[in-house]
């Protein structure tokens, strides 16, 4: 029984030919059938080359097993989400690998409803199926059906801007030649036939899975430059880039400065409260500080959530929340099945810049003043989860406040900082964030930033 390497914590992930092939995607969708048993499941793809051969795989394994597949096309990751609610399908798969390289792809998982499959309730058993690949044989084959759900999903998105625009918006979009540029021109006809006045201006904009501009990710400071010159060019409001997949999003502000994701959980989150006053509002534990303040001065009851999607979706459920985010660009919804969604945030900014003249940055601006951060700096080790330990041990005894709820967080007087190893690499991840003080700022994360690089050759003299 050879190991199927390509399943991750959260979802399946590999380099084609070589950890994921047409054959395992085939043994995949065996695998899911024998564990959920489901009637009907939905299926989407984005734009990289290897996707339509691997859905085409994926599909002949489910229906192989008796299942009915329903396909939605080149689609993002959250029409699989929408439309496995919308069409009360047993479950929904996309094939995706979301941002990382052209070589790359993989596949995320859902259940009934769009609860995420991760390892901690079924992937570990589908990846055990898939090894085994000791099938039943079925008797009657499911039937693979195309079926365009995308109007159904716009429509959706439109019930977020529940007040027109009473400006007129000019917006930088940026596509990555992935996914999100046809979903986006679907959103723009809706927004035109509701008498919506915004004017996009694309960039990057026609799928593409060569990839031409470099691959679909935001997050590489390199990926930005085109964004930001072109708002400045354009005078636009804001600008707007997706990953791959566009399950994440984001911002730029009128000056052309990109805004890190974790001011824009305390803006919507505001957003929501006022809407919806006693809500519950949930982040992860990364950088705290903005959002606890802003959930709490509103009224709200801030709740923090492991990091990770299958997470932040088991908690928005549990507690009914409004709203969920991010640091990483992933925001959540109640009213869209408690998923992530990388397109409803533009419709709430179109909301929020279109009923005042106020710009975004000033709107970003003041919390970035109260409550700096370092952004996510990530270090290569050998032993993350030690160096965590041996950080801590260094750290804690000063520290008033402790928190191991994702990695350690340990919170000071007038600073603090989230240390946690990431799930699928040999990763430190760190962010620092201080109350009002860029010096202590930046003086602190040198100092962890020094002690782990001693840490690091120490280990390396071992």
């Known amino acids: 029984m050879d190991e199927l390497t390509c399943f991750k914590a959260y979802d399946i992930r590999g380099e084609v030919g070589i950890n994921l092939t047409p054959e395992i995607a085939f043994r995949i969708g065996r695998a899911y059938a024998t564990w959920q048993r489901p009637r009907r499941v939905v299926g989407g793809g984005d734009v990289r080359l290897s ?38 399908a047993d479950g929904g798969i996309q094939v995706t690998a979301s941002h990382n390289p052209a070589q790359y792809n993989g596949m995320k998982l859902v259940r009934e409803e769009a609860r995420p499959i991760s390892n901690d309730n079924g992937l570990l058993e589908i990846k055990a199926l898939a090894e085994r690949n000791a099938f039943s044989p079925v008797v009657h084959r ?27 918006l000019r917006i930088v979009t940026n596509a990555g030649h992935g996914t999100a540029g046809p979903a ?31 691959v679909p990710n935001p997050m ?101 929340a409004v709203y969920g985010g991010e640091m990483s660009g992933h925001h959540y919804f109640r009213d869209f099945g408690y998923c992530d969604s990388g397109m409803i945030p533009l419709m709430l900014m179109l909301q929020i810049l279109g009923g005042d003249p106020q710009p975004l940055s000033s709107r970003i601006t003041a919390a970035q003043a109260r409550y700096p951060v370092s952004g996510e700096i990530n270090l290569q080790v050998k032993d993350p989860l030690a160096m965590v330990r041996n950080i801590t041990e260094h750290y804690q005894s000063a520290a008033p406040q402790r928190d191991d709820c994702d990695g350690i967080s340990l919170a000071f007087a007038d600073w603090r900082f989230n240390l946690r190893a990431s799930n699928t690499e040999p990763l430190l991840r760190l962010n620092v964030e201080t109350r009002g003080d860029t010096a202590l700022l930046a003086t602190k994360t040198d100092e962890i930033l020094t002690f782990i690089a001693a840490q690091r050759g120490a280990e390396e003299t071992q």
């Open 51 to 88: 996707s339509a051969s691997l859905k085409a795989a994926l599909a002949e394994g489910l229906t192989a097993s008796g299942v009915d597949v329903i396909d939605i096309g080149l689609s993002g990751t959250e029409e699989i989400y929408f439309a496995t609610r919308e069409l009360r």
């Open 184 to 214: 986006l021109d679907a959103i723009a006809e809706g927004l035109a036939h509701a008498g919506v006045q915004v004017e996009f201006i694309r960039l990057h904009h026609h799928p593409d899975g060569h990839f031409p501009a470099g």
């Open 220 to 320: 590489l400071a390199e990926n930005r430059l085109v964004t930001q010159q072109a708002v400045i060019d354009h005078q636009a409001d804001f600008g707007i880039a997706w990953d791959g997949d566009f399950d994440r999003c984001f911002f730029f502000d009128e000056r052309g400065s990109f805004i890190e994701s974790y001011y824009l959980v305390g803006l919507f989150a505001e957003h929501f409260l006022r809407t919806y006053p006693d809500s519950r509002i949930i982040l992860d534990p990364r950088l705290t500080w903005n959002t606890l303040d802003i959930v709490t001065r509103c009224g709200g009851t801030p709740v923090v959530s492991k990091t990770g999607h299958a997470f932040i979706k088991a908690r928005m459920r549990e507690e009914d």
């Open 142 to 168: 499911g039937s693979l059906i195309d079926f365009d759900n995308r109007p159904s999903w716009v429509n959706c998105l439109l019930r977020f801007l529940q007040r027109p625009p009473v400006r007129p």
